[in-house]
């Protein structure tokens, strides 16, 4: 089992830049593929990022691509998330996933299947 907190979150004007990081508890984190996810107020939560558990495979939703950056560092038990040029329509509490895979490039697109969350940190972005 692994436990998630997120951190970075804050108010930032538009086309501006937010780093988001999610930090692992437990020596396995390496064994985790990540993602990240938003919901805004009064919307479905959405699938923004993943990343595979070695790194190497990431994927985007196309309304962040080319925008937003998803990086890990399994020594220091963290994925990060960079955002870039953000717009209003990013504002959102984004939340970080982990979910466990024998293969080193699986990436998981859907929220049911990742069984372990964060509580979560709001973006606020102004227009």
């Known amino acids: 089992q692994v436990q998630l907190v997120e951190s970075g979150g804050g108010l930032v004007q538009a086309g501006g830049s937010l780093r988001l990081s999610c930090e692992a508890s437990?020596?396995?984190?390496?064994?985790?593929?990540t993602g990240w996810f938003r919901q805004a107020p009064g919307k479905e939560r959405e699938f923004v990022a993943a990343i595979s558990r070695s790194g190497g495979s990431t994927y985007y939703a196309d309304s962040v691509k080319g925008r937003f950056t998803i990086s890990r560092n399994n020594a220091k038990n963290t994925v990060y998330l960079q955002m870039n040029s953000v717009k209003p329509e990013d504002t959102a509490v984004y939340y970080c996933a982990a979910g466990t895979t024998y293969y080193s490039a699986k990436i998981y697109y859907t929220s049911a299947e990742y069984p372990y969350w964060g509580q979560g940190t709001q973006v606020t972005v102004s227009s």
């Open positions: 437990g020596r396995t984190f390496s064994s985790y593929a």
